[in-house]
């Protein structure tokens, strides 16, 4: 039988015990679906899967702002990023909140009625590009009397909802695009309309009820107070970004010294834009396996190939190892779109 998974084969959820076992029961009650292969696919290194749900739960579920205008924002960034496997997923995600014409809309490529929603789509798929986060910086042609342009399509003190759901999916879309088929449903169903309101529909009980914020918290190793970004406005929006920045950073330990350099040296050098197929610009896969996985994990994870996963896997290297060292390039992009932006304080 065909499964959704590419390269790993992950423990059936039934399976599971501890820390992997307490992230799917949080997920059966607040997500609503009790086996997603989002997470299955983490689930052989339960230091990422439990961060990686915090901080989508945190923000996306139980964040402050709008659960539409947080889709939204999210599928902004999955278009961005070229993952229509989560571009399918918030579209029925769009009709469990009840927006169904917008979903269908969305779904037919159109952009939407509603003037606020596009702003909000559309800042979704600005945030690929480092910097684009940010408050505008100061010009030449604004005197320090004229305020500058209001860079969020929402309110302030819904920022750490909506920045949180941006960089989990800027994480989520790379592990999805190189770890798992394109498929949200078999045989594409979801690309039928009755199909994609009936999926929604059967979410939507658990979408509109009210988190509490901060559940997924207790599944963590909290890092230090002083860790969080001063985006979170102290919400657990920020402990869960700083736990998975911390779990997915110790991927680098998989690459020696000078693949390390490589590696990060072009994600920080990176602009945003999708690389050209040809010149191919990575590491020869040959000489260089793992620094090519894990830059094409943070630059173009839906380029990576059985060939690319063949040349770096080794007896050694464990599916816990995999998910490690894709975990580590994804992060690095997101880490280099987080950083790029001016940190301050959201008071809420």
Not at 163 to 186: D, K, M, Q, Y
Not at 191 to 203: C, D, E, I, K, Y
Request: glycine share 8%; proline share 10%; with cysteine.
């Amino acid at each position: 039988m065909p499964t959704p998974f590419r390269y790993t084969e992950p423990l059936p959820p039934k399976a599971a015990t501890g820390r992997v076992a307490e992230v799917y029961t949080q997920l059966a009650h607040d997500f609503g679906i009790d086996e997603p292969v989002t997470f299955v696919v983490l689930s052989s290194a339960p230091e990422l899967l439990a961060p990686t749900w915090a901080l989508m739960r945190e923000s996306l579920i139980a964040g402050p702002g709008s659960r539409t205008g947080k889709e939204l924002a999210a599928l902004g960034v999955s278009l961005a990023n070229k993952c229509p496997f989560c571009v399918d997923a918030h579209t029925v995600l769009l009709h469990a909140t009840g927006d169904h014409a917008l979903a269908e809309r969305l779904a037919r490529g159109e952009r939407p009625e509603n003037e606020e929603h596009a702003r909000v789509l559309d800042w979704g798929k600005r945030t690929r590009v480092p910097g684009a986060l940010g408050p505008a910086p100061f010009t030449p042609a604004r005197t320090a009397d004229t305020p500058a342009p209001d860079p969020y399509p929402f309110p302030h003190d819904h920022a750490p909802g909506y920045l949180g759901t941006a960089l989990a999916f800027h994480f989520i879309n790379r592990v999805v695009s190189a770890l798992l088929t394109e498929n949200l449903l078999p045989g594409n169903a979801q690309r039928f309309r009755p199909v994609r309101s009936l999926a929604g529909r059967t979410l939507a009980r658990t979408v509109r009820r009210r988190a509490r914020p901060g559940a997924a918290l207790a599944l963590l190793d909290l890092p230090d107070p002083g860790e969080s970004p001063a985006w979170a406005g102290g919400t657990a929006v920020g402990p869960a970004y700083a736990a998975l920045l911390r779990a997915a950073m110790d991927g680098a330990g998989l690459l020696d010294a000078d693949d390390q350099d490589l590696v990060e040296a072009a994600v920080m050098d990176w602009d945003g834009s999708h690389p050209p197929l040809a010149p191919d610009t990575f590491p020869d896969r040959n000489e260089r396996p793992g620094a090519r996985l894990a830059l094409l994990a943070a630059l173009a994870p839906y380029r990576i190939t059985d060939a690319d996963v063949a040349a770096w896997r080794r007896p050694e290297h464990t599916d816990h190892c995999l998910v490690h060292l894709v975990a580590y390039g994804a992060f690095l992009a997101v880490d280099r779109i987080e950083s790029a932006f001016t940190h301050h304080p959201v008071r809420i």
